[in-house]
């Protein structure tokens, strides 16, 4: 087994995950759990980052790089934004050192736009988008990062040129859950999912985003009149969702740039279905995968040896 | 004061409101509280409609004309929809009575529109739209009737030819409460309304529908970055919500018919503000005052003399 070399955190709003990374990039231990920063706000973050540090048997002396909301004004440190259009190679340089540590810890910034019309700001996202597309990408790039704020990055031959956050996921929960459509969903969990229903909305509503709440009413009607089952129903929500989403992102990037999906697990099979529906070629980068790989450029470019 | 003719009833899911008319259209009497169907589904429908006949003095034999939630298949008694197309006097005609009263009291039908990827319902909106419009209008119209679910009406020479139901009322309370913007609109009661935010929150949406839920997040990233305010952040959600309502519903019906609003209260402020913010004429009719019309429309129709 290679020596350790460093340890990888990406510390998000509400989960925490860290990797013991090896001299040969290894993953020689991970730990994970729900202490996001709104749990180690409370509990304190030299705490939570000491007891995962234990589990994986970190040498005492060994760096850490930090990516996410550990570095937001209301985390550990505030590393401050990034302004674009910024270079990927740019995040490399801006790790803040978290003072008063016995180990060298050190937290990525985000990236801020300050846009007066499309004001927006990311956290790990940044080091997402490093790991997914190395520090000197080339040609027009349209990277996908879905989530609860969805970001959708466009970057031209490395530089980050733009990017807008979508609230596709939290949209879906509080529809799913606050409005009339919670009894329209409601038992859907317990079903196959509704592939049709669902490519039918991504592209009625890439079609004609403009009717994206007359679409989610749909829902509903379409169990009134047209017998639609739960799975349906929540087919209907998500898609609705994300094919607006992506009508948005593309009408900002254009269809002519490669488009990278960042994602895992659920997601990743819904937007894949997504890209699909609308006959949109795309290429899938595992978001642990890229997420690691952001904080490695990161750790070898702060500590080279 | 003239003799009673007539009670007239608008029972919504949330609301209840009668009015005793006069033989020359008068209002003698009005009654209103919070007992809608969800409540009088508990409570009793006859309970609930006796005590305020009480309330009102009504007469033992005076008949009662009802519209709204009432007729719903969870309502009194299932009054049924009546497909569009449909002229508007053929809501005269649809409405059924409830048996085993002491006077003769009939729910309105609702209308259904059995399109296949755009089904649709209303239940007390086509009462208004009657009382709107009057049951042999002319011309090219698209009627607004803002609320929880806001619904869109074409009708063509006093055909309903379609309608749509948008979510916007319904998304606003979800996502001021249920998302990470709830912490963006607080307070936002406290403060005077930013009307410059509204407006250019409604033309962004308007023009560029495929962003909204990009939009949204700008209530937040704006407070981030440009120091946004609570009422400002909650101006741009609500602009966001109804211009993109006013997008879907003019690629609908086109620009070319005239639009009536028919509202009351605050929700007639901010779409008149946002009719003007597109440059868009429009013509406004008070709702409580098109409800009683369509009643009283149906009243004179069901009991001529």
């Known amino acids: 087994m290679a020596d350790p070399a460093y340890v990888a955190v990406d510390w998000g709003t509400s989960s925490f995950r860290l990797w013991l990374i090896g001299k040969d990039n290894s993953i020689l231990g991970e730990s994970r759990s729900n202490e996001g920063m709104t749990t180690a706000a409370k509990t304190g973050f030299a705490e939570v980052l000491a007891s995962h540090l234990e589990k994986v048997n970190a040498p005492a002396h060994l760096p850490v790089i930090v990516c996410g909301m550990a570095g937001a004004k209301q985390g550990w ?17 801006g790790a803040v050192p978290v003072p008063g540590q016995s180990r060298d810890v050190r937290i990525l910034p985000g ?9 927006d700001v990311m956290r790990g996202e940044e080091t997402q988008l490093l790991g997914a597309l190395g520090p000197a990408s080339t040609g027009s790039q349209a990277v996908c990062m879905p989530g609860t704020h969805s970001k959708w990055v466009h970057v031209e031959d490395g530089l980050v040129t733009g990017f807008s956050s979508f609230m596709t996921g939290e949209l879906f929960d509080a529809i799913s859950k606050h409005t009339i459509l919670s009894h329209a969903v409601a038992g859907a969990e317990q079903a196959p999912s509704d592939d049709a229903a669902f490519a039918s909305a991504v592209r009625q509503a890439y079609d004609h985003p403009a009717l994206a709440t007359n679409l989610f009413f749909t829902a509903r009607s379409g169990q009134l009149l047209h017998g639609l089952t739960a799975a ?18 593309l009408a900002d990037t254009g269809t002519g740039a490669n488009v990278t999906l960042v994602a895992a697990g659920r997601l990743q099979g819904l937007y894949e279905a997504a890209f699909r529906a609308l006959s949109l070629s ?3 980068i595992d978001a642990d995968v890229a997420v690691r790989g952001g904080l490695a450029a990161a750790a070898k470019a702060i500590w080279p040896n």
Not at 111 to 119: N, S
């Open 77 to 93: 440190v505030e590393a401050g934004y990034i302004d674009v259009p910024a270079s990927l190679s740019s995040i490399l340089t």
């Open 111 to 119: 990236l801020a736009q300050r846009d007066e019309t499309r004001p």
């Open 232 to 249: 349906g129903a929540q087919a209907r929500i998500s898609g609705t969702l994300i094919g607006l989403e992506i009508a948005g992102a």
């Open 282 to 284: 795309y290429t899938t």
